[in-house]
């Protein structure tokens, strides 16, 4: 079949010309809405579970940032002292159970006070039997859910 030719008939004489022109004008197809009615179907509810999803995760509930209030309080009024101060008010180790927090219902804290030490190269900084000049102070909160909140400083004793 060497050199098989199609005939190509003009644009005037095409049976389907009248088909083409008419279609433009009547918009979509009944098989055209449904297909579209079916993809939207199962990609809307895709996109409404991804959107609270990702509105759910970066929105700060409340109860956390309240713990989160709570612990740092707690933290500052620990440290508003100098080093000695805080030594002989929490002596070290000093670890506390969970309590309920004053006026804040459902809430809990407790905090640890110990020595710590650091060595080698990099630091490595581990807890400490005997007293050094620097202690670890950590918070902790528990909201009414069961998240917990957990802020930590280290304070150094100055010389002088």
Not at 8 to 19: D, E, F, Q, T, V
Not at 96 to 102: N, R
Not at 144 to 150: A, I, K, M
């Amino acid at each position: 079949m060497k050199g098989f030719h199609i005939p190509i008939l003009p644009k005037a004489l095409c049976p389907y010309r009248w088909i083409s022109n008419n279609r433009q004008k009547r918009g979509f197809t009944l098989i055209e809405l449904i297909i579209f009615i079916v993809i939207a179907g199962l990609f809307v509810p895709l996109a409404y579970i991804a959107f609270t999803t990702a509105l759910k995760s970066g929105t700060t509930p409340e109860s956390i940032t309240r713990a989160r209030f709570l612990a740092e309080q707690k933290l500052e009024e620990i440290t508003k002292d100098d080093f000695d101060t805080i030594v002989t008010t929490y002596p070290p180790p000093t670890s506390t159970s969970y309590a309920s927090i004053p006026n804040n219902s459902g809430y809990q804290w407790k905090w640890t006070v110990g020595y710590i030490t650091y060595s080698g190269t990099p630091p490595v900084i581990s807890d400490s039997a005997s007293p050094t000049n620097y202690l670890k102070i950590i918070v902790y909160v528990r909201e009414p859910s069961g998240y917990e909140y957990v802020v930590h400083t280290i304070i150094t004793k100055r010389p002088g």
